[in-house]
């Protein structure tokens, strides 16, 4: 059997990219405003990539199948 269940998470996602980018950043050897432009770019080059399964940036749908023991995130556009 197959099931969908949607979640809505406000701020998580916007919570996950700045802790990653942090500790992309965290040996970052530049100027402070190097460091906030890479920040920038990073934050907004990963949060495009995650809007392919997250929406608006806190829903997200997740398929579980019973049979083959899976549970994948579906892409918006299947939604």
Known sequence: MKFRMMMKTPD???MAI????GSMLYDF?????AEE???IELTQETKE???????WSEYITI???TEAKT???V???EW
Request: proline letters at 3%.
């Open 75 to 77: 892409p918006v556009e």
């Open 63 to 65: 398929e579980f199948d």
């Open 71 to 73: 549970a994948v995130v």
């Open 29 to 33: 050897e530049g100027d402070k405003d």
């Open 18 to 21: 700045e802790d990653a980018v």
């Open 37 to 39: 432009d890479k920040r």
């Open 12 to 14: 998580c996602l916007d």
């Open 49 to 55: 990539f995650a809007e392919k399964w997250v929406k």
